[in-house]
């Protein structure tokens, strides 16, 4: 269910996704309130759901992780306990950094980062033998064109909300 915020919340988040780092006092002067209002209305959009928490964005390749790979996963079966076994599997694989089930001819989509070949052949080699998966298809990214983790906000902003 859509949460129903105003414009002074959608300023809150906007400011929040550019700079999650600010104090609240500069949040509140960013978006024309107080401060003691501002952090209520911050607490609230974090007790709805809206806000799911805070965290810093690193530079894979800065650190290591040169490759990123897509992994294409059909399961044997898509019967809830097949499902909950490679979602629990998949969970806890440090490697995949984002993991969506889709509809049409794939089952999941795997989004992993490697430090470098042999260590996704050697991942890609223990997926294969996961929970009833079928088979594994992969896709080496050659480089990334947008890499956004925000949500539009402008959209809904400019639209009313």
């Not at 107080?34 to 928490?53: N, Y």
């Not at 995949?96 to 049409?104: F, I």
């Amino acid at each position: 269910m859509r949460a129903r915020l105003d414009a002074v919340d959608w300023k809150i988040l906007q400011e929040l996704q550019a700079d999650g780092r600010m104090t609240n006092v500069e949040l509140a002067k960013r978006v024309g309130i107080s401060a003691p209002p501002c952090l209520r209305r911050v607490r609230a959009l974090e007790d709805a759901g809206v806000i799911k928490g805070y965290r810093t964005l690193l530079d894979e390749a800065s650190l290591g992780y040169e490759i990123t790979i897509f992994a294409m996963v059909n399961l044997t079966s898509q019967a809830g306990a097949d499902l909950q076994s490679f979602e629990t599997y998949v969970k806890n694989q440090p490697l995949v950094r984002e993991c969506w089930m889709l509809s049409g001819d794939v089952d999941f989509v795997l989004k992993c980062v490697a430090k470098d070949l042999r260590s996704f052949q050697a991942f890609v080699a223990e997926l294969t033998a996961g929970p009833a998966v079928r088979n594994v298809k992969t896709a080496l990214t050659l480089r990334s064109i947008k890499d956004d983790p925000i949500v539009p906000l402008e959209l809904d902003v400019s639209e009313g909300a």
